[in-house]
T-cell receptor
Framework: DAGVIQSPRHEVTEMGQEVTLRCKPISGHDYLFWYRQTMMRGLELLIYFNNNVPIDDSGMPEDRFSAKMPNASFSTLKIQPSEPRDSAVYFC?????????????FGPGTRLTVL | GQNIDQPTEMTATEGAIVQINCTYQTSGFNGLFWYQQHAGEAPTFLSY??LDGLEEKGRFSSFLSRSKGYSYLLLKELQMKDSASYLC??????????WGAGTKLIIKP
């Protein structure tokens, strides 16, 4: 398997623009997680899905952020409108389950810069 | 609240041993994970502990004491490639991972 795939790897945009990040989890994994990582706040869970259904979105910072998972092999995280404080590395991760021994496999991340 | 504490940065010498500590206070406990993250890369899984004691995996070992809310990651025979951040994460009663801020480990020749 190719692992978790994310695109784009780098995104530079201007404040106010819409940004869409994409993720393809490992085939057969039931759980998908979106994280944001910054120097100041470390790794933060934004939202996670189980079998394509959003389970917990309490980490989504505000209404400007939305995430979807239309099928088992694809998810998007959208920011509209984007702001400079959204600049961060966004990771997508997947796991077989959410149980105690199910490690999460991370994608390479999308480095987002909002000017 | 939920809290995980790790040192921000540590320095060690190539060939030596280093211990990275992690203390936690979480709502419930369903295991503790250690991940390694090289600069500019994604975190990768290193170890998992759910019972007290030491788990050894090659040059890396991880220890857990649930009564003390404490874990450490022990790295032996340090190599330059071990320079990375090491993230401690605890799975709480809702099976959600609570992440520490990470410890940046610098290896000097």
């Amino acid at each position: 398997d190719a692992g978790v795939i994310q695109s784009p790897r780098h995104e530079v945009t201007e404040m106010g623009q819409e940004v869409t990040l994409r993720c393809k989890p490992i085939s057969g994994h039931d759980y998908l997680f979106w994280y944001r990582q910054t120097m100041m706040r470390g790794l933060e869970l934004l939202i996670y899905f189980n079998n394509n259904v959003p389970i917990d979105d309490s980490g989504m910072p505000e209404d400007r952020f939305s995430a979807k998972m239309p099928n088992a092999s694809f998810s998007t995280l959208k920011i509209q409108p984007s702001e400079p404080r959204d600049s961060a590395v966004y990771f997508c991760a997947s796991s077989l389950g959410a149980g105690e021994v199910d490690e999460q496999f991370f994608g390479p991340g999308t480095r987002l810069t909002v000017l | 609240g939920q809290n995980i504490d790790q040192p921000t940065e540590m320095t060690a010498t190539e060939g030596a041993i280093v211990q990275i500590n992690c203390t936690y206070q979480t709502s419930g406990f369903n295991g503790l994970f250690w991940y390694q993250q090289h600069a500019g890369e994604a975190p990768t899984f290193l170890s998992y502990n759910v019972l007290d004691g030491l788990e050894e995996k090659g040059r890396f070992s991880s220890f857990l004491s649930r009564s003390k809310g404490y874990s450490y990651l022990l790295l032996k025979e340090l190599q330059m490639k071990d320079s990375a951040s090491y993230l401690c994460a605890v799975m709480d009663s809702n099976y959600q991972l609570i992440w520490g801020a990470g410890t940046k480990l610098i290896i000097k020749p």
